[in-house]
């Protein structure tokens, strides 16, 4: 990554860390993690498995984390189509998939503080702390976790890029990834024709290691389980940068920047 390409991914962050700040909207998603964090915990301790207050914990941070990447991140462009500052931003000499790259990574992370919030729910709501008993794999498994879903974001970006009416194809995306992604139920109670599609969703890989880091003893191979999530990770963001610039390619070619 050359310095230029950075400076600019650092440019796109600074950014949007102005546009976001004093601005409720773009936080909206982190609201219902903790309302989520409630009914999960509900449903657990009525059922008398209080050993399962780790998945309930933590399946609203994902779900926040998921919904600030597709949701918040995936509609960048669509902002700035309304704001009117598009046409200027493509225009720009620095690369746009650099400047977004850095802007949809600022929105992620604003996504981990779901993990804060579900995570102190659960400690007033138990009286005890989930307690993460591997913090390394843990936070090797978070930024695994962000940079793909950063690569997420910038392919739902592309989407948007061509089509005004990919809102509801964005909507589809949620539950169905919170299955597969086993958010809560562990792929591994699924029925097992279920597992080789699973298997391609990174959120899948992360979810169990997230899982696993609270357990005393590691009882899966967590090293391929990172390396899984690493690889998907990669392929997730060169897919999405790819994505992006075609769809801005596209859109000089087609002169419809506003009206694609």
């Known amino acids: 990554m050359s310095a230029t390409h950075t400076s600019t991914v650092m440019a796109g962050a ?3 860390h102005r546009r976001m700040r004093g601005n409720a909207d773009w936080y909206l998603t982190l609201f219902t993690a903790p309302m ?3 009914v999960f915990l509900a449903i657990t301790q009525y059922a008398g498995r209080s050993d399962l207050s780790g998945y309930a914990v933590l399946a609203p941070g994902l779900i926040a984390l998921w919904g600030m990447c597709l949701h918040t991140a995936g ?18 000499p620095s690369s746009f998939s650099a400047l977004l790259t850095g802007r949809v990574g600022v929105v992620t992370c604003m996504g981990l503080v779901g993990f804060v919030e579900s995570w102190l729910v659960g400690w007033i709501f138990t009286g005890e702390p989930v307690a993460i008993r591997h913090p390394v794999l843990f936070a090797a498994t978070m930024v695994l976790l962000v940079f793909a879903m950063v690569g997420t974001a910038l392919s ?4 948007f890029v061509l089509a005004r009416s990919a809102r509801s194809f964005q909507n589809s995306l949620s539950y169905p990834f919170y299955l597969l992604g086993g958010v809560m139920v562990p792929v591994a109670l699924l029925p097992e024709w279920v597992h080789p599609v699973s298997a391609l969703v990174f959120l899948s890989w992360a979810s169990d290691l997230l899982r696993e880091s609270l357990t005393i003893e590691l009882a899966g191979d967590a090293a391929f389980s990172l390396m899984m999530l690493g690889v998907l990770g990669v392929l997730s963001y060169v897919i999405g940068n790819v994505l992006v610039r075609a769809s801005i390619n596209r859109l000089r070619r087609t002169g419809k920047m506003t009206y694609a």
């Open 14 to 16: 600074v950014m949007q």
């Open 36 to 38: 989520l964090t409630l």
């Open 75 to 92: 509609e960048l462009i669509t902002r700035d189509r309304e704001a009117g500052t598009l046409e200027l931003l493509v225009a720009a």
């Open 156 to 159: 739902m970006a592309a989407v």
